[in-house]
């Protein structure tokens, strides 16, 4: 497809890179492999994006470059304009509109809470990682509709952020702190888990010399 297309766009250009007919069907045997682990949609838009920038066929190196750069092209931001809305908007996920489909569902894989109670430096890495997943499988065609969240998550989730934000307010904190402080709370009771994040609560506690008690 990719082959045809360049020639009915490029023309003699491209043609005339071939002496034989045998060269030819070498060259297509190559881009054919070269291509092999991407989908007909990002064929297409890398296609689209070499007619409209291109004023000569691209090598194969330069084809693929434009495939793992197709983002701009598809309506999709850089992952830190996109950790930025995720982080803004994790408390009320299902009422914002958002910018795009990948932005959500790699929030949601990522976790809410996380994102609203973790600092950059340790949930940046995570949505990175399903940024990068949810751009290619948009980028494959993979529908990515916004999904309706479970009530019972939702509620579960609200009820402990509300607990944080009345707690903050009553040891007098601010609430990105409380939310560091009170992390341990998202993991299970009596788990190791939960006990090894309360321990670095208290001692994030006394570093910081704060006169306050934590939950159970």
């Known amino acids: 497809m990719v082959f045809t297309r360049f020639i009915a766009i490029y023309g003699h250009k491209f043609k005339s890179s071939f002496e034989t ?9 190559e881009w054919a492999m070269s291509l092999a682990e991407y989908s007909e949609n990002e064929l297409v838009a890398a296609v689209t994006v070499s007619k409209e920038t291109l004023a000569w066929a691209p090598s194969i190196s330069e084809f693929i470059v434009i495939l793992d750069n197709l983002n701009g092209a598809m309506g999709m931001v850089d992952v830190r304009p996109a950790y930025r809305e995720a982080c803004f908007h994790a408390q009320q996920p299902s009422k914002h509109k958002w910018s795009h489909p990948t932005i959500y569902h790699a929030g949601q894989a990522t976790g809410w809470f996380e994102l609203r109670s973790q600092q950059e430096k340790t949930s940046f890495p995570v949505f990175e990682y399903h940024y990068q997943i949810m751009c290619r499988r948009f980028r494959k065609g993979d529908p990515l509709d916004k ?47 939960r006990e090894n994040f309360r321990i670095k609560s208290l001692a ?11 939950p159970d």
Do not use: C, H
Request: glycine share 2%; proline share 6%; charged share 20%.
């Open 147 to 193: 999904p309706s969240v479970p009530a019972i998550v939702n509620k579960q989730d609200a009820t402990l952020s509300q607990f944080i934000i009345n707690w903050a307010d009553e040891q007098q904190l601010a609430p990105e702190l409380a939310s560091s402080l009170l992390y341990f709370m998202t993991k299970p009771k009596g788990s190791k888990t």
């Open 21 to 29: 007919e045998s060269e030819m069907r070498i060259a297509k045997r």
């Open 204 to 214: 994030k506690i006394q570093a910081l010399d704060l006169s306050v008690q934590l």
